[in-house]
């Protein structure tokens, strides 16, 4: 016999019939930046340390306050393009000279930097940023950096997602999108860009609907490479090359046109291939290590396993 269910006043603000949901007829889901990072959602940018992961951030920023159409060549699509920046590793000074590099002689309008609005104090940031959120219309939340704001273990899956539901609570309240500013891994540096490189637990990453990582070229001082190692709206196709980014002397990034392969990407120890060798012929982890040790190379068993495995 069908039952019908009933709602209380409380409970039928908390769930929504699925024809409500499917009536409103959203065939894609909307992008803030095309093909990056979708609207309304909890992103991430992460990468190794100096390859310039909060100059990308803070351009990304003014794009949107200025009210740009596009970003590195990718469709920019802001509503308000108000944007609360988190900074809790440059103060006031550094975000200051960064800002006199960036836009160099020119001179932009007062009313249009000022919808950048920084914040260096970290104390009960959450709280502050959904009352901003709440009485106005943002963009835009970037956190830099996430393991500044997150004071709990970084491999602790539960701690990690607890933390990261108050920030997708708030962008489901209000739309906003939230980009964290995240490290990877110092053992990962050289390797292909992959999501499981990311500094912490599986647990931020699962949170992201969006993960980019910007990393080194291999060979090129002046070029980054933007790669999407997590989309989940992007086909896995599109995933196997990197965007090939200049970055130019006022701390800006410049989209060279260019797709390279994520295989290209891969910078390699000078023993590894000796060490691969050794592996093929049959031998031991520890016979690896003390072969290597003996050509010279400071290595330890564990490492030669975490690289080959």
């Given at each position: 016999?069908?039952?019908?269910?009933?709602?209380?006043?409380?409970?039928?603000?908390?769930?929504?019939?699925?024809?409500?949901?499917?009536?409103?007829?959203?065939?894609?889901?909307?992008?803030?930046?095309?093909?990056?990072?979708?609207?309304?959602?909890?992103?991430?940018?992460?990468?190794?340390?100096?390859?310039?992961?909060?100059?990308?951030?803070?351009?990304?920023?003014?794009?949107?306050?200025?009210?740009?159409?596009?970003?590195?060549?990718?469709?920019?699509?802001?509503?308000?393009?108000?944007?609360?920046?988190?900074?809790?590793?440059?103060?006031?000074?550094?975000?200051?000279?960064?800002?006199?590099?960036?836009?160099?002689?020119?001179?932009?309008?007062?009313?249009?930097?000022?919808?950048?609005?920084?914040?260096?104090?970290?104390?009960?940031?959450?709280?502050?940023?959904?009352?901003?959120?709440?009485?106005?219309?943002?963009?835009?939340?970037?956190?830099?950096?996430?393991?500044?704001?997150?004071?709990?273990?970084?491999?602790?899956?539960?701690?990690?997602?607890?933390?990261l539901n108050q920030y997708n609570d708030l962008a489901n309240e209000f739309g906003a999108t939230v980009v964290f500013l995240n490290?990877?891994?110092?053992?990962?540096?050289g390797s292909r860009p992959n999501k499981n490189n990311i500094l912490g637990s599986q647990g931020f990453e699962a949170k992201m609907?969006?993960?980019?990582?910007?990393?080194?070229?291999?060979?090129?001082?002046?070029?980054?490479?933007?790669?999407?190692?997590?989309?989940?709206?992007?086909?896995?196709?599109?995933?196997?090359?990197?965007?090939?980014?200049?970055?130019?002397?006022?701390?800006?990034?410049?989209?060279?046109?260019?797709?390279?392969?994520?295989d290209e990407l891969v910078v390699e120890d000078d023993y590894l291939q000796d060490a691969r060798q050794m592996k093929k012929d049959?031998?031991?982890?520890?016979?690896?290590?003390?072969?290597?040790?003996?050509?010279?190379?400071?290595?330890?068993?564990?490492?030669?396993?975490?690289?080959?495995?």
């Amino acid at each position: 016999m069908e039952q019908i269910v009933k709602f209380s006043k409380r409970t039928s603000k908390l769930f929504v019939g699925a024809d409500t949901i499917k009536n409103k007829n959203f065939k894609e889901h909307e992008y803030l930046v095309d093909k990056l990072i979708p609207r309304g959602t909890l992103c991430a940018l992460v990468g190794e340390s100096d390859t310039g992961k909060s100059s990308l951030l803070r351009q990304l920023a003014f794009s949107l306050a200025f009210g740009d159409k596009d970003f590195l060549g990718f469709k920019l699509k802001g509503s308000c393009n108000n944007v609360l920046y988190v900074s809790t590793e440059d103060g006031e000074a550094a975000t200051s000279n960064w800002l006199n590099k960036y836009f160099g002689e020119d001179v932009p309008q007062d009313e249009l930097l000022a919808k950048v609005f920084f914040t260096f104090k970290t104390d009960g940031v959450i709280n502050n940023l959904r009352e901003v959120v709440r009485e106005n219309c943002i963009d835009l939340v970037i956190v830099d950096s996430y393991a500044d704001l997150f004071t709990g273990s970084m491999n602790n899956s539960n701690e990690v997602r607890n933390f990261l539901n108050q920030y997708n609570d708030l962008a489901n309240e209000f739309g906003a999108t939230v980009v964290f500013l995240n490290h990877t891994k110092k053992s990962t540096a050289g390797s292909r860009p992959n999501k499981n490189n990311i500094l912490g637990s599986q647990g931020f990453e699962a949170k992201m609907r969006s993960v980019m990582m910007l990393t080194k070229d291999p060979s090129d001082t002046s070029l980054r490479h933007l790669c999407i190692v997590k989309s989940n709206y992007m086909p896995e196709a599109n995933k196997a090359n990197s965007y090939a980014l200049k970055f130019n002397d006022h701390l800006a990034f410049e989209n060279t046109g260019d797709r390279v392969s994520l295989d290209e990407l891969v910078v390699e120890d000078d023993y590894l291939q000796d060490a691969r060798q050794m592996k093929k012929d049959g031998k031991s982890f520890r016979e690896i290590e003390k072969e290597l040790n003996s050509k010279g190379y400071e290595v330890s068993k564990s490492s030669i396993q975490r690289k080959l495995d």
